[in-house]
């Protein structure tokens, strides 16, 4: 069965520095990986996904995927702090399924 | 856009008595709909997936004769929380997907229960 696992647990950063989130996977027919985003109070929200190994960049946010290493990785360059929010990786397998294992988030703080 | 909409947003219910919740895709053609419970410490658990033309499929723990899922045509589907505990508190999450997109999630369903 898939485990995903996300670190840290939580982190902090000054305004205008640089994020980075972890995440492993355990299962090594996974295709397709996902950051979602969660506001308090809200459903999460997909920032960006990722199929291919190497980086992937939208804007300040650039993924990174090392699929021979298990290893998904998020990067936000000069955090605003409306980026605070729980950040989750998510896995999944198929492109026409809905089946998604989410690691158990990130808490990403940014202070002005 | 493509939007999810979940209601009711929040809900109380007695112990033992039971709750259903919808959700609507909104934009797209929700052809996969998964519904997820959320824990007060933000862990997810996949409850069940529903796929047009494929049988509702539930993960370990959860059952067809505990958590119903209807999932008529490809804007709607609702879940029914039967018998209601305390350890079945949690924000239900559904997440609805077209072929190649991302999974849309609504707000929730936020379940309580006293």
């Known amino acids: 069965q898939q485990k995903v696992q996300q670190s840290p647990e939580s982190l902090i950063v000054p305004e205008g520095g640089m994020a980075s989130l972890n995440c492993t996977f355990s299962d090594r027919n996974s295709q397709y990986f996902w950051w979602y985003r969660q506001h308090s109070g809200e459903g999460p929200k997909a920032l960006m996904s990722i199929f291919s190994n190497g980086d992937k960049k939208e804007g300040r946010f650039t993924a990174h995927l090392n699929k021979a290493s298990l290893h998904v990785s998020l990067h936000i360059k000069d955090s605003q702090p409306s980026d605070s929010a729980l950040y989750f990786c998510?896995?999944?397998?198929?492109?026409?399924?809905?089946?998604?294992?989410f690691g158990d988030g990130t808490v990403l703080t940014v202070k002005p | 856009g493509a939007l999810v909409y979940q209601y009711p947003r929040r809900t109380i219910c007695k112990s033992g008595t039971s709750m259903r919740m919808e959700c609507q895709a909104v934009?797209?053609?929700?052809?996969?709909v998964a519904w997820y419970r959320q824990s007060p410490q933000k862990t997810f658990e996949l409850i069940a997936l529903s796929t047009v033309n494929s049988a509702i499929k539930y993960e370990q723990n959860f059952t067809q004769e505990k958590f119903p899922i209807s999932h008529p045509n490809l804007s709607f589907s609702s879940m029914t929380v039967l018998n209601a505990y305390l350890e079945d508190r949690g924000l239900y999450l559904c997440g609805a997907r077209a072929p190649d997109t991302e999974v849309f999630f609504g707000k929730g369903t936020r379940l309580t229960v006293v």
């Open positions: 934009g797209f053609q929700a052809t996969s």
């Open positions: 998510a896995v999944g397998k198929g492109t026409n399924t809905g089946k998604l294992t």
